[in-house]
Structures are given as structure tokens and as C-alpha cells.
């Protein structure tokens, strides 16, 4: 790999007495970056591992849910590539089309100046000059959380040549049959003035009214149908009244007409529908087929006429009558007000409704019948399913797949266009037989046109099918976002370039991780267009992530203050600690409550790693630099290097397979948790808590080639461990593995680039079975002397006695670790074979610690028995008094008949738990008597 051996003799750094992530962290990720540690390597072996990079909107700042992908991804790119494999993480970013203007516009509308106003052409030269300027702030972000993805490859759905993917894509569509224009009602925004997608669009419940009216029935002498509403301004819209057909209420009406309320007269049908509901409301119904999404299918069925009563800008348009020009909102009051004063109100009362609201703009979004250009997608989903149900593709978690299957089994078809300026537009030209008539072109838009991937291809085809004079006008609506991002994992290899190297090397790609929020937005749509454009899968396992939450399991939002800035947490703790927080609190599709204490807990972690690390370049400065080159040289990954160590050794080594299987295991389940857990739980438990203090005794002892032994074991064990953490937490262990020696003639190698670890299968099971009964001795031994209050720096003596012969020679060899351990006075402690008989009446206690292993401690002498005494009878008397209330509330009869029975049994419970207490210092005190006698 690129720079990994590079700059050979640089000495290991000092480590200073905490690490300095603020410091040291850019400095090893500019090293890395400097290096082309990110590039995929040109000899590496087994299949390549490639990820795209979900690309955030260039407008973005990191959040937490970027947090969250960044690392899981990274993770799974630092695993394959220190496991050989050639892996490419391209990265990229998303040109946002509505955030993106809606940035622009704001900054103009500052400036005194607007979109219009400057003309297109120059508002997208704006658009340009503020990406220049401010787009790559997100990405810089990402540096600081260590993704380690190849920047040279970078990518944006802007760019040249991903711009003819995209037109590319919409001309092989077109000429299939699957992108046609048509009308259709759509999600409008009035803020944004342009049409968005059904998943860009929030529903939530907030107060409204329902409003009831009378429906005059023409020529009915004052004969009306009672309606309800929740938007009254659309009345002046409505080309129908349903009711249903079995409501012997209505029955009568069905067949004649009635005059929509304000409107001058106009008559429009009562009809009958069984879609009505009879129980809702007033059991009639206005049908609005140009402001309803029900009601347009109910028009379609039935031929009702469309009336659009609204202009782009949410305002009422000439087909209103009166109220031409009021913003709706306005319109609604200024319309109920006159139907109050014509009598055709009857109340009006509180209703919650399900307000659609768009995700960009937080307007109330109107559903509009519009001339818009679509996608077909039934042709699209149908391999797209089968994908996933032949196991072509998997989606983790499992139970995503049914949803996968809900939404493209039932996909309606694609509104692609959006009237914007910012984006892809749209390459469909217009043909007018002359400038005249194109200019007269109210929008631009005749009933001819033409598909083509350039405007000299579009004047072409016009001319061979219009004749010499032809005059082309572009489609002034850009493509959804969604389009260009949905060709994302080949297109940003080289596609439709069939012979670019990286599309040839790197497509399919591996994993798409992502939310499981954009399972639809995206997921769905890169699968449909990959397997349409390219015949393959664009990826061949899904891992949806879930929602990172507050401490409280609430949703982060500016409105409730709770919003958590990784940037800042890694300011305050440190990348690693927040990588290793959210990568241990995920599971697949799982939401994650983020709490500090998590990430303190893992900071804690870093600092114990860094601890280890210091311990060991001391235990390194002791010895001679050829004994800390032999040292770092020694291999014990083969089952005969573990033959002739220490009993200690073999199992710290032993263990550490173990955990080096469990850890690799869990990576390629992409159990991302797990592996971090299985980290935590070796190295703090068995690695630092236990190895390092049984490694002292031989580390400092006279025997030198002992001492040297338990150094390459450190060593060997510290540079495995910082291998196994280093996808989770990169910097930390990057920083420590520069501290360790190098053996003689090796150059130093980048933590990055350096191999994952395996062994041969030297796993000693014995040694960690005997090494396990040694710990279980010591902790034995601590609680004695815990519950015996004995002064902890006081050494004691002891016997263990073991029946187990080779066992027994175990414990023996460990001697001066376990007297370490369990702080035994050296010259007083044997290992023997089991007492004929227990002793008795020498003030020592056994105790038990598996069947055929017992220690007798002496504890004669080594405490205070008359105040442990005291302190027991004291705890004794305050235990009786609990009993006696509780035992008291028992043989009150009132009590037992009264309370309930949760009360009544927590009641019994205390008693239970206060009699056993009171029986065990009864016992512990006779223990004291014995051991004074």
C-alpha cells in the first residue's frame, strides 16, 4: 500500500502522560492522507471492498447521524484493508438542489437581489461561486471523524461526468418508454414553487377545524346537503358532492345537482361513491379532484372535471372568482366570513389534522394537479424485488425487507422533475418551427420535443424530424435530486464509460450502510437503476442504521435544545471516544440513546489504553535496545511458541486468539458492537486488570531471560490488541503503535497498513482452564481479606491445596504471581495436595474455591475481632428493628386484608431479606469467636 513503510528510521516518540487527541489527531490523519493510506492497494489480494459513501448535501454540517455512517463505514474499510483486500471507499457530495437554492436565495434576498432577477445563468454561477467557497465545510468535518476514504476519487452529483450519467440514464429511460411527461397530482411547494417527492413530505398532527356548511341543492327550495372541511377555500374547487350509495339519508339527492357555495351560481353533480364514509362527518362529501389526492382518483373514475384554483405561489388564481389573489390561508377566512353572512354556515369545532408539511421548506404543502415529467417505476421494481428475494441482495435487519417489499410492490410512478434552477436540467428540448413561436411559448414548452444527451444531438433530431429551421428550447425543470443520486454507485466509477478501470475493478460495490430513514429515498432507487443500467446489482448487502437519540431516547431537534454536535464532543473527549461510543451502541436498524456517560465511559477507555502503553515502553526502557528488538520480533502465533512459556503467558496469549477470532467474526457479521465489546471486555479485564500485574513479578525479577520472555509477550499482545481496536479507534492506536519497538532491520510501519491478526491455532486450552482457577484462588483470597477488613498492604500467609496433580504444578510454578495477586507473604504460602483433615481451632478458615481446590488462610492476629464485633452487631441490631416493623405489618390482620398485594409481598420480601442478613452475621460473628479462641 502507498507510503505505508515509509520514512523508515524515526525513533518511536516518547508518549507523553495523556495523549493529546486535540493535538496529535489531525497530525495522524494528514499523515495517513499524505501517504495514500486511503488509496486501494494495487497488490491486494481477494475481492475488493468497495463502499460509496452515502453523499451528504454540500450544504451540510456534521450532525450525529453523519457521525454515526462515518464511522460504521469506516470501521468496515479499516478492517478490509488490514485484512489485504483492495478497498475503495469512494466519497462525495450531493448538490442538494432545494436546500442549495434556498441557501443561495436567502443570500440574495440580503443583498437586495433575487433569483429572478439576475436571470439563470448567472443565479448558477452564485450557486457555483458559494460551493466553491463553503461546500467542502462537511467534508473537512468528516477528516476530523477519520474516515479514511479516498479523497482523490472524490466525487459531486455535479460534476461533468457524473452530470452525462445522468442524461444518459434519462435518454435510455426515455427510449425504453419508462420517462414520459403527463399530469398528475403532485406534493407543490408554494415556498419553493416547485413539485416535491411524496418522501420529502412530513406529516404531523396539529390542531385544526372542521368546518360544517350547507351545500345548497339546485332548485331544492332551500333543500341543502350537510358538509364538512377542513379547508374551506378549496369549495371553490369542488366539481362534485359524493355520498354513499346505501346512506338513506342522501338517497334521494343522488342524480341532481347543487351550486358550489361563493362561486356565482355554478352547479356541479351530487353522485354516490362507496368510498364515502358514512360515520365521518356529515356523511357527505366534497370532492376537490385538483386539491385532494383522494378525491383526484375519485375524479379519474368517475370523469369528473379538474379545476386548479390555485398559482404557484399558494395564492388563488382567476378560477376562484372574488377571492383571486388572496394567499389561501387568507382566502379561507375571507371565504368562511361570507358564507357566515350568506347563512350557509352551520359550526365549527376543533379537529386534529394530519398536516403535510415539506421536509426543505416547513410549509403546509397543496396537492396540485401538474404537467410533469415521470418516471415508470412498476417495470423498475419488479427486478428490484426479486433481487432481494433470491438473496442477490441482503437488507440487515431482516425485517426491513418486508417493508422493502410493502413500498415496491405498491410504487406509484416517479415525479422526477422539479422547478428549480440548481441541478441536473432536464435534456429535453422543445421544437418550434421558429423564434417567434418560441418566444410566444408561455413556458417554454411545445407539444413537440426531443430526448438527447446534448443540445447538438437535440438539434439534430429536430431537424430530421422538424425540417432546417427547427428552434430548440431547453426544458427549464431541473431533475430530482434523487435521480442522479440513485446512479451514485457505478456512475461515480465511470459509468456509462463500459471501459473505465474503476467501474470494471471496483462495481459492485460491497455494503451500502445507511439510514433506514432513506430506505425508499435512496436504497430502493440505487437498486432499481443499477440493475436496469448495468444488469448487476449495485451492491450486494444493505445495513440500515438507526436514529441516534439524547440520553433520553428523544429525537435530537433544535426546538427541544437537545441537539448533540459531534464536532464538539470530539473536542471535549476525543474522536476515538465518540467512535467507540456509537459503534458499541449499534445494532442493525437499531436506535441509539446517546448519553455522555457513554462517551466519558469511552474516553476512560483511551486513557487505559494509553496507560497500558505507557507501562510498556517503561517496562522497554529497562531493557537493553537488542532485548527490545528481540522482543518485538518474537511471534507467538503458532501453537508450538506457546509450549515452553509461563503458565501466565500461555494463556494471556491463548485468550487474546481467542478474542482475535471472536473480533473477526464479528466484523464480517458487520456486528459492529460486538467488536467493540469483545475489545473492551478482554482488553480491560483480563489484559490490563490481570496480565500486566501477574507480568511484574517476572518483568522485575533476577531472572533475566524470564524478564525477557514476559516482554515479547507484552509486546507481541499490546501491538495485537492495538490491531483489533484500531477500525473502532483509529488515532489512539495509531499514536501508541509508533511508541513500540521495531525489530532489527524492520522499517516502521503505519498501524493503517499493517496486517489484520491471525494465528495458527495456538490456543492453549488447558492453560486458560488453569490460569482461570488461579484467578478464581486470588479472588477468593481478596474477599476474604475484604470481609475480614485486613489491612490491604499487609502480606499473609496461606495454603492452597489442590487435588489436581497438574493443576496443582500449575499453581505451584505461579507462585510469585499469585502471591503478587492476592498479596500472600511469600515465605508463608505452599501448594500441597488436599489436608488429610481440616484444621481446627488455629483461627483459620477455609475457603472453597472449586471442588479440589481450597485455600486456608490463617487469619489469626490479622484483624480486630472485638471491633468487627461490634461493627457486626451493630449492623445486627438496625437489621432486627427492619424485622420487627416488617414482621410487624405481617401480623396486623387490617394490613394483610387492606393492602394490595404488590405492597403485601414487597412486605414479606423485606422480612425474608432482613432474616437471612440477621442469620449471616450471626454466623460471621461465631466465625470471629473462633478465631480469637
Not at 42 to 67: D, E, Q, Y
Not at 178 to 190: A, E, Q, T
Not at 391 to 416: A, H, V
Not at 529 to 548: D, I, K, N, Q
Request: glycine share 8%.
Amino acid at each position: 500500500m502507498p507510503g505505508h513503510s515509509a520514512r523508515p528510521s524515526v525513533d518511536p516518540a516518547e508518549l507523553p502522560k495523556t495523549f493529546d487527541y486535540l493535538g496529535e489527531e489531525q497530525e495522524i490523519y494528514d499523515r495517513w492522507e499524505r501517504d495514500g493510506c486511503f488509496q486501494p492497494a494495487s497488490s491486494g489480494t481477494g475481492k475488493p471492498f468497495t463502499i460509496s459513501m452515502p453523499p451528504p448535501n454540500v450544504t451540510g454540517r456534521l450532525h450525529m447521524g453523519h457521525a454515526m455512517f462515518v464511522t460504521l463505514q469506516d470501521i468496515m474499510v479499516r478492517f478490509n484493508r488490514m485484512r489485504g483486500r483492495p478497498t475503495l471507499w469512494l466519497p462525495g457530495t450531493d448538490h442538494a438542489g432545494i436546500a442549495t437554492q434556498m441557501v443561495v436565495e436567502k443570500m440574495l434576498a440580503e443583498e437586495g437581489l433575487s433569483r429572478q432577477g439576475l436571470g439563470r445563468a448567472a443565479f448558477e454561477e452564485r450557486v457555483w461561486a458559494w460551493k466553491r467557497q463553503y461546500g467542502d465545510v462537511i467534508t473537512g468535518q468528516m477528516r476530523r471523524l477519520g474516515a479514511s476514504c479516498d479523497w482523490s476519487r472524490e466525487r459531486f452529483t455535479l460534476d461533468s461526468q457524473l452530470s452525462a450519467a445522468v442524461r444518459e440514464a434519462f435518454v435510455r429511460l426515455h427510449e425504453k418508454g419508462l420517462v414520459y411527461r403527463g399530469s398528475y397530482m403532485v406534493n407543490w411547494s408554494p415556498n419553493l414553487q416547485t413539485a416535491v417527492s411524496d418522501l420529502e413530505v412530513d406529516y404531523t398532527e396539529e390542531a385544526g377545524t372542521l368546518y360544517f356548511f350547507r351545500y345548497p341543492v339546485a332548485g331544492g327550495d332551500g333543500e341543502h346537503l350537510p358538509v364538512a372541511t377542513t379547508r374551506p377555500e378549496t369549495i371553490l374547487g369542488d366539481t362534485a358532492v359524493a355520498v354513499h350509495p346505501e346512506d338513506e339519508r342522501y338517497r334521494h339527492l343522488v342524480g341532481r345537482e347543487c351550486e358550489v357555495p361563493m362561486s356565482g351560481g355554478r352547479r356541479i353533480p351530487i353522485i354516490a361513491d362507496t368510498y364515502v364514509d358514512r360515520e365521518f362527518g356529515t356523511g357527505a362529501l366534497k370532492i376537490t379532484p385538483g386539491h385532494d389526492p383522494n378525491d383526484y382518483e375519485i375524479g379519474k373514475r368517475v370523469g369528473l372535471e379538474i379545476i386548479n384554483i390555485m398559482n404557484n405561489d399558494g395564492s388563488l388564481n382567476a378560477s376562484a372568482g372574488g377571492y383571486s389573489g388572496l394567499d389561501r390561508f387568507e382566502a379561507r377566512k375571507r371565504l368562511w366570513t361570507d358564507m357566515q353572512v350568506a347563512g350557509l354556515v352551520i359550526r365549527q369545532e376543533p379537529y386534529t389534522m394530519r398536516v403535510p408539511r415539506s421536509q426543505r421548506g416547513g410549509e403546509v404543502v397543496e396537492p396540485l394537479v401538474r404537467e410533469q415529467w415521470f418516471v415508470r417505476m412498476q417495470p423498475l421494481a419488479e427486478p428490484a424485488l426479486e433481487a432481494v428475494a433470491n438473496g442477490t441482495i441482503r437488507i440487515l435487519p431482516e425485517r426491513f425487507q418486508k417493508t422493502y417489499n410493502m413500498w415496491l410492490e405498491n410504487i406509484r410512478d416517479w415525479c422526477i422533475s422539479r422547478q428549480l434552477w440548481w441541478g441536473h436540467r432536464i435534456p429535453v428540448w422543445y421544437v418550434f418551427p421558429d423564434e417567434a413561436s418560441a418566444e410566444a411559448s408561455l413556458e417554454g414548452r411545445s407539444a413537440n420535443f426531443v430526448v438527447a444527451r446534448s443540445e447538438e444531438e437535440a438539434l439534430a433530431q429536430a431537424r430530421e424530424r422538424h425540417g432546417q429551421e427547427a428552434v430548440l428550447r431547453q426544458e427549464t425543470d431541473v431533475l430530482d435530486t434523487w435521480f442522479s443520486s440513485g446512479l451514485w454507485p457505478f456512475s461515480t466509477l465511470g459509468w456509462p464509460d463500459e471501459a473505465a478501470p474503476d467501474l470494471a475493478r471496483f462495481y459492485p460495490t460491497t455494503v451500502m450502510e445507511t439510514g433506514h430513514d432513506i430506505l425508499f429515498f435512496w436504497v430502493a432507487r440505487m437498486i432499481m437503476m443499477g440493475l436496469e443500467f448495468t444488469g448487476r446489482a449495485p451492491f450486494s448487502t444493505v445495513f440500515l442504521h438507526g436514529l441516534v437519540r439524547d440520553g433520553q431516547g428523544r429525537k435530537m431537534s433544535k426546538s427541544l435544545g437537545n441537539v448533540v454536535d459531534p464536532v464538539e464532543v470530539i473536542g471535549e473527549y476525543g474522536t476515538d471516544a465518540l467512535r467507540f461510543t456509537l459503534a458499541t451502541g449499534t445494532t442493525a436498524g437499531q436506535d441509539l440513546n446517546l448519553s455522555m456517560d457513554r462517551v466519558v465511559g469511552a474516553r476512560n477507555l483511551t486513557n487505559k489504553l494509553w496507560n497500558a502503553g505507557k507501562f510498556l515502553q517503561m517496562a522497554l526502557d529497562q531493557a537493553a535496545p537488542a532485548d527490545a528488538a528481540a522482543a518485538a520480533a518474537a511471534d507467538f502465533s503458532r501453537p508450538e511458541s506457546l509450549a515452553e512459556l509461563p503458565l501466565a503467558e500461555r494463556w494471556i496469549l491463548s485468550s487474546l486468539h481467542q478474542v482475535v477470532d471472536r473480533v473477526t467474526a464479528a466484523h464480517e457479521r458487520l456486528e459492529f458492537g460486538e467488536t467493540g465489546r469483545a475489545f473492551y471486555d478482554f482488553f480491560w479485564s483480563q489484559y490490563a486488570d490481570w496480565y500486566i500485574e501477574s507480568a511484574k513479578p517476572r518483568l522485575y525479577g533476577a531472572d533475566a531471560a524470564a524478564a525477557q520472555t514476559t516482554r515479547a509477550v507484552l509486546v507481541y499482545t499490546f501491538r495485537t490488541l492495538l490491531a483489533l481496536a484500531h477500525p473502532i479507534m483509529p488515532f489512539v492506536t495509531e499514536r501508541l503503535w509508533r511508541s513500540l519497538p521495531l525489530a532489527e532491520g524492520a522499517e516502521r510501519q503505519l498501524l493503517i497498513g499493517a496486517p489484520w491478526p491471525s494465528h495458527a491455532g495456538a490456543i492453549d486450552e488447558t492453560a486458560i482452564t488453569q490460569y482461570q482457577a488461579l484467578q478464581a484462588t486470588v479472588g477468593a483470597i481478596r474477599n476474604a481479606r475484604a470481609e475480614y477488613n485486613v489491612e490491604l498492604g499487609r502480606r499473609i500467609a496461606a495454603r492452597v491445596t489442590v487435588a489436581q496433580a497438574d493443576l496443582r504444578a500449575a499453581l505451584a510454578a505461579e507462585l510469585d504471581v499469585l502471591c503478587s495477586l492476592a498479596k500472600l507473604d511469600r515465605a508463608q504460602v505452599t501448594v500441597t495436595e488436599p489436608l488429610a483433615e481440616a484444621p481446627s481451632g488455629s483461627g483459620t478458615i477455609v475457603l472453597v474455591v472449586r471442588e479440589g481446590l481450597e485455600v486456608l488462610l490463617p487469619m489469626a492476629g490479622l484483624f480486630d475481632v472485638a471491633k468487627e464485633v461490634a461493627r457486626l452487631n451493630k449492623q445486627k441490631e438496625k437489621l432486627e428493628r427492619d424485622l420487627a416493623g416488617a414482621a410487624g405489618r405481617m401480623a396486623n390482620r387490617k394490613f394483610m386484608d387492606s393492602a394490595p398485594p404488590a405492597v403485601v409481598a414487597d412486605t414479606l420480601r423485606q422480612k425474608e431479606e432482613a432474616e437471612q442478613k440477621v442469620a449471616a452475621i450471626l454466623e460471621k460473628v461465631q466465625q470471629m469467636s473462633q478465631l480469637a479462641a
